[in-house]
């Protein structure tokens, strides 16, 4: 199907909610990766209730008939029955659909040594544009939470963004203009009033760096930032139209706690663990995980998912009568309970959000580490 097409969006009749797609971006190697990731939402749904799921599956390429059949085949297997998969294509030509990790020797695309996902990004926005919410989620996502896609569209009600999602939080050093930009793996608001000069301004950028400033790996999603970067060290702000379109789009792509962006060089070098439970200490809301570390639905998945989540059932026992701290005992397990409460809620207003961090500030760390453990040794006793 050819890039102008644009996918229906379901009607005011059809849903209270606001019309709402998952896309997924991917090549022709990825697609049994994307399946095994789809298989795990029927453990970790994406909706608590029953309901359709528009799920657009974005190749690079144009494939036959035949293969076409093949991929929705693979693609089906194991998906929920509430899904329903449509298969499109960036008719990208092989020219185009580049991505080079290490540059030496060869030669980039029309936009850069990544620019097979910038045109796919470019590409499958236009495609969604009737769409209201969008959420771009790539095969090495992993959901940690049921409900997951409901809690993440509750998020678009009370926001005046137009790209939610996540700045770097994983456990290897990278510089600035790189960890403060917002992962591709995001909410994207096409029917806001300023997502098409967002688009015009990230395309802006990439020529600026690919053209003025020599970066060739410039990628879509770290276009704003790099380019705010590197044309802030030549000129202000009154003399490039550039840098002021930049900086008045910026309020608008905001980073939320829900998607946790970890994909870095420590993955692939192996030189850093990362502690995930005390990840999650830092990071409770998390729901989706972008990372190549981890398979969808293997035993690891499910392992940090739960961590994710605390057991609350460990906060309903009784304080032992002969410990000398009974009451503060107590009142320490209350103010645990009301934190566990909030942290399962999994999403918050802004009251709930203040009053968790009032509330855990009055906890001790000790107490705070102490229900840790506990939570790790009753996870290992059920499994």
């Known amino acids: 199907m050819p890039s102008s097409t644009k996918i229906r969006r379901p009607s005011p009749s059809d ?119 969008v959420l771009q989620y790539e095969a090495d996502c992993i959901p940690l939470s049921n409900g997951w896609a409901q809690q993440l569209i509750s998020q678009t009600y009370r926001t005046c963004s137009c790209v939610m999602g996540s700045q770097y939080t994983g456990p290897s050093p990278m510089h600035l203009y790189y960890a403060r930009h917002i992962n591709g793996n995001a909410l994207y608001f096409p029917s806001h009033a300023l997502f098409p000069e967002y688009l015009s301004v990230v395309i802006e950028c990439i020529f600026n760096c690919l053209n003025i400033h020599n970066e060739g790996m410039v990628a879509f999603d770290i276009a704003l930032d790099l380019c705010l970067s590197r044309e802030s060290e030549i000129m202000s702000d009154h003399t490039n139209d550039l840098l002021f379109r930049i900086r008045q789009i910026l309020p608008y792509i905001a980073p ?100 968790f961090y009032r509330l855990k500030k009055r906890c001790s760390d000790k107490i705070l580490n102490s229900l840790h453990l506990n939570i790790s040794k009753v996870e290992q006793k059920e499994k």
């Open 15 to 133: 849903t209270a909610e606001p019309a709402f797609a998952i896309t997924c971006p991917v090549i022709k190697s990825e697609i049994e990766e994307l399946a095994d990731n789809i298989s795990s939402w029927k453990t970790y749904k994406p909706f608590l209730t029953e309901r359709p799921i528009d799920l657009t599956v974005y190749l690079d390429q144009q494939q036959p008939e035949e293969e076409l059949v093949r991929i929705n085949r693979v693609l089906k297997k194991n998906a929920p029955t509430s899904l329903s998969i449509e298969i499109i294509d960036a008719s990208m030509t092989s020219n185009e659909s580049i991505y080079i990790r290490n540059p030496e020797g060869k030669r980039p695309g029309w936009l850069g040594y990544k620019s097979g996902p910038n045109l796919q990004f470019l590409r499958n926005m236009y495609t969604h544009q009737l769409y209201d919410v």
């Open 256 to 355: 939320i706690p829900h998607i946790a962006n970890l994909s870095g060089d420590w993955e692939t070098k192996g030189v850093v663990l990362l502690d995930f439970e005390k990840y999650f200490t830092f990071h409770p809301f998390t729901l989706l995980l972008h990372t190549k570390l981890i398979k969808p639905g293997s035993d690891l998945h499910n392992y940090v998912a739960a961590l994710r989540k605390p057991t609350s059932s460990l906060l309903d026992k009784t304080p032992s009568p002969s410990s000398k701290n009974s009451t503060s005992s107590c009142k320490s397990r209350k103010l645990i309970r009301s934190l566990v409460d909030l942290i399962n809620t999994g999403f918050m207003n802004e009251n709930e959000h203040d009053n």
